[in-house]
């Protein structure tokens, strides 16, 4: 009996799709009145791909650091500071994608984000990017701060 050797066997890339929990229920926030949107005496709530963008939102608009809350965690971005600087616009822009991938990452229904594109005036700057995700193909959002 012939055994074959070991670098003649082939071996076959197996994929396995990881099992993606379901979104669960978040509610909707207003940013620029800063509270909870209620229609009816009851709090918005939001699913799926809404619930996805609002999270976003949230983590974009939330400086890291500023909150006790999120003191242990990884929560928010320091853009706020880059965009109000006089740093070189490239170098402002590339740090942003940076901090603001790196913070979306955490998510496991956010696979890539690309498509990156800025509007700046002063110390105010408009960011849209679009999101790969794998469970809802393309999110696109825009975010002003």
Avoid: C, H
Wanted: a negative charge.
């Amino acid at each position: 009996m012939n055994l074959p050797e070991i670098t003649q066997l082939e071996l076959r890339e197996v994929e396995f799709e990881e099992e993606l929990e379901p979104i669960g229920k978040t509610y909707l926030y207003d940013f620029d009145k800063g509270d909870f949107v209620m229609r009816d005496g009851k709090l918005i709530e939001l699913y799926g791909v809404d619930s996805i963008k609002q999270w976003i939102l949230k983590v974009l608009k939330t400086e890291s650091f500023r909150f006790r809350i999120y003191e242990d965690e990884t929560y928010g971005t320091s853009i706020e500071s880059l965009i109000g600087s006089n740093l070189p616009r490239a170098y402002i822009e590339s740090e942003i994608e940076r901090e603001v991938t790196e913070s979306l990452l955490e998510s496991p229904y956010i696979e890539r984000l690309e498509g990156w594109q800025f509007e700046r005036d002063g110390k105010w700057m408009r960011i849209r990017f679009t999101v790969i995700s794998p469970m809802y193909n393309t999110i696109d959002m825009e975010v002003s701060r």
